[in-house]
């Protein structure tokens, strides 16, 4: 057998997995999700091992919709981090065997601590388990068992419980009507964030090249080059308005068609006019209009229509 129809197999397992405890959602789920919206606290996540990595994801993808969220490893539970979970979180405990010692342990010493008070969901495999039993709500993410040639080895286990996860991240998105505005607030870093959030005066380059329509070629792409923009703004001599813009596409495009290049200058690889943007435009505003021109680079100008940077593709997306 080739090594990749054993991969094959495995993706055919854990998909098989997955459509199972699918079949098995009931309104267990929909209890959970008006547990969430009621809670006043966090979602705190205990676990160890595997199951913690995967509590881990599930807690960060929460976090992400502004859902405050965080992980508790069982192990450190007994050595300070009982103190980190109040009465009126909600807590999640993460064992597919439901028989977790470390995790059981923690489980009864937050309830002596909290009582009643607190509320605990578990996400296990075993639905007659000492967690599953005991909790407020348990959640059956089990599996028939696991794909590795062992049998032992969290596979399809952590698999279904990391899609359990998402989704109850795509279901608390809809409960809220999450959206891209939204998700870019609580990630002002990201690509999402830059394009929805920032706007054009951000990012945009301020220290600008200019020439004047007589400069001679190779002082053109000398100027080109040293400002790294990928574009140069041509100027009037006289007037010093700007008349168009000089971009290194515009020069490999006009190149051979030019006579006597050594004695070319500006006015023969120049655009008559640019596309610009107003510098309060959003990020996403100066992407589309690229998109729209099929060009890379944009000028800005300000509420008086007077140039005050250049902002390319790179600056909207990285």
């Known amino acids: ?58 807690a960060a993808s929460l976090s992400s919709i502004g859902q405050p969220s965080f992980v ?4 450190n539970a007994y050595h300070g981090d009982l103190g980190r979970v109040a009465s009126d979180d909600l807590v999640f405990f993460v064992s597919n065997s439901g028989e977790t010692q470390e995790v059981i342990r923690t489980f009864f010493a937050l309830q002596a601590i909290h009582g009643e008070a607190l509320t605990t969901v578990s996400l296990t495999g075993a639905p007659q388990s000492t ?72 990012v945009m380059h301020t220290r600008l090249p200019y020439v004047t ?7 053109v792409i000398y100027r080109i080059s040293d400002f790294g923009l990928g574009i140069t703004m041509v100027r009037n001599g006289q007037t010093h308005a700007i008349t168009g813009i000089v971009t290194d596409g515009d020069i490999r495009k006009k190149f051979l068609d030019v006579p006597q290049v050594k004695r070319s200058q500006a006015s023969d690889y120049m655009t008559r006019g640019f596309i610009s943007i ?33 902002v390319t593709i790179h600056d909207v997306l990285e």
């Open 1 to 58: 057998m080739d090594y990749y129809e054993i991969a094959q197999k495995v993706f055919a397992q854990e998909s098989d997995a997955i459509t199972g405890v699918a079949a098995r959602l009931d309104d267990h789920f929909d209890q959970l999700i008006e547990m969430i919206r009621k809670t006043g606290g966090r979602l705190i996540f205990i676990g160890i091992g595997k199951s913690e990595i995967i509590a881990q994801k599930i």
């Open 72 to 75: 508790i490893d069982a192990a």
């Open 131 to 202: 967690l599953a039993t005991n909790t407020t709500l348990a959640i059956d993410v089990g599996v028939d068992e696991e794909v590795d040639v062992t049998g032992l080895a969290p596979t399809a286990s952590t698999t279904a419980t990391l899609v359990f996860g998402d989704a109850l991240l795509v279901v608390l998105e809809k409960v809220r009507q999450f959206d891209k505005e939204n998700f870019a607030q609580f990630h002002p870093g990201g690509n999402i964030g830059r394009m929805l959030l920032q706007r054009v005066k951000h």
């Open 213 to 219: 329509e007589d400069t001679p070629i190779n002082e």
């Open 278 to 310: 107003n510098q309060e435009e959003r990020n996403q505003a100066a992407w589309q209009k690229m998109a729209a021109y099929s060009i890379s680079n944009l000028i800005v100008e300000d509420n008086d229509h007077q140039v005050v940077g250049v």
